[in-house]
């Protein structure tokens, strides 16, 4: 059983296009995490939400945090080339490890 | 500051052969983790260490699977015999405490196992 399912799987878009990754579970998180993994690299944090309803903006990505904190989304406006990558949440229960979700792999056409 | 260094980065075995996986953590990280990754899938816990100690082995399959964090710095992942399912991504991480602020990725090793 997955605990964190993203949705869509996958996402194509032209250069300019606004999209929206969701990141869903059953389960409460404490923490949620928000990390783009490009080819041949590991994954790179983009941003940590704690409190529930909580909003990040980082330049052209805003993260939001659900207020029963079990779930997120990403949303990117006017996306690029270059934000090109798989998206990856991740959830932490207390001090316990992190539980990947499935990925959003996001192509980004000129 | 220096990134998560892992080594070899690309390896390509016959099943039934055995390969290790080096990792050197980040510089006071006492916290280092092991993760498998499918092609296209997210990544998958194997083993996460605090310092050498292990605090969760639960999804490393120990028939085949070793892992050893012997002065809480460095650390070797061993498969032995491999399997053509073995075939991923192997992550390293770490993190300071808990990790709850997030965790360092090294670029990984690409392990085929044919």
């Known amino acids: 059983t997955q605990l964190l399912e993203q949705s869509p799987q996958f996402l194509s878009i032209q250069e300019g296009e606004n999209l929206t990754v969701y990141c869903n579970s059953s389960?409460?998180?404490?923490?949620l995490q928000w990390y783009r993994q490009e080819p041949g690299e590991g994954p790179v944090l983009l941003v940590t939400v704690v409190t529930g309803g909580e909003v990040k903006k980082l330049k052209r990505l805003t993260f939001q945090f659900g207020d029963a904190r079990k779930d997120s989304s990403l949303h990117i406006t006017a996306a690029q080339p270059g934000d090109t990558g798989l998206y990856l949440c991740?959830?932490?229960?207390?001090?316990?490890?992190?539980?990947f979700g499935t990925g959003t792999r996001l192509q980004v056409f000129p | 500051e220096a990134g998560v260094a892992q080594s070899p980065r690309y390896k390509i075995i016959e099943k039934r052969q055995s390969v290790a996986f080096w990792c050197n953590p980040i510089s006071g990280h006492a916290t280092l983790y092991w993760y498998q990754q499918i092609l296209g899938q997210g990544p998958k816990l194997l083993i996460q260490f605090q310092n050498n100690g292990v605090v969760d082995d639960s999804q490393l399959p120990k028939d085949r699977f070793s892992a050893e964090r012997l002065k809480g710095v460095d650390s070797t992942l061993k498969i032995q015999p491999a399997k053509l399912e073995d075939s991923a991504v192997y992550l390293c991480?770490?993190?300071?405490?808990?990790?709850?602020?997030?965790?360092?990725f090294g670029s990984g090793t690409r392990l085929t196992v044919v």
């Open positions: 991740a959830g932490a229960r207390g001090t316990d490890k992190l539980i």
């Open positions: 991480a770490s993190s300071s405490s808990t990790g709850v602020y997030g965790y360092t």
């Open positions: 389960s409460v998180f404490s923490s």
